[in-house]
């Protein structure tokens, strides 16, 4: 009977581990927010990866550039530029430039793929810092539930921040679900 109860009770070990390694190694996308390596000081540097969403609302993706303490802070917020913006959207110190290529395509079972967007937007500044980073808004956009691909590439070379981490992230605002005053 022993035996018995001590090979139930490896068998169902063995379930667990199977599931919960089924589990680890799913293939479905990963949900925001999420981040992606993009080195943005070369040309041609690409992101091509599918994500899944889950809640209708508004998401952003934005540039992260990593921060290793506060010196490097100090140089990374100098090549990123402040967020101090004047009434005409001009900012005060926009940092170095970089234009990002961005195209969102919604995949569907069944369907055609679908483009939300595809522009090419000139970054500048920063709109938030998190811990060990700060953010450079890209696009903020209402995206519904289903399976995307993000393709983002840089568009010209940027060697200011070469040796800087940086990383397509996406994310949305926990308080807001959608948010205002975009264009």
């Known amino acids: 009977m022993k035996i018995l109860k001590g090979l139930i009770a490896v ?8 599931t919960g390694s089924a589990a680890f190694w799913s293939t479905s996308p990963p949900k925001p927010p999420v981040d992606f390596p993009f080195d943005v000081s ?13 809640e209708y609302r508004s998401y952003y ?30 900012y ?5 430039i970089v234009p990002i290529h961005i195209k969102l395509i919604r995949l569907e079972t069944g369907k055609n ?11 500048q500044a920063i709109y938030a810092g998190i811990s060990g980073a ?20 840089t568009i010209k ?9 940086s990383h397509l992230f996406i994310q949305y ?7 205002p005053n975009r264009k």
Request: hydrophobic share 40%.
């Open 61 to 90: 993706f934005a540039l992260q550039f990593d921060c290793l303490d506060r010196a490097d802070y100090d140089r990374v917020m100098a090549l990123v530029g402040d967020g101090g913006r004047y009434p005409d959207g001009r």
């Open 157 to 165: 070379d940027s060697p200011a921040f070469t040796g800087t981490s």
């Open 92 to 96: 005060g110190h926009p940092g170095v």
């Open 173 to 179: 605002h926990p308080n807001l679900k959608f948010m």
């Open 113 to 123: 793929p679908e483009t939300v967007y595809d522009g090419t937007v000139e970054t």
């Open 42 to 54: 070369r040309r041609d540097s690409t992101v091509n990866k599918e994500i899944s969403i889950r």
């Open 134 to 153: 700060l953010l450079r808004e890209i696009i903020v956009i209402d995206l519904k539930p289903g399976i995307y691909r993000v393709e983002a590439s």
């Open 11 to 18: 068998f169902l070990i063995l379930i667990l581990c199977m």
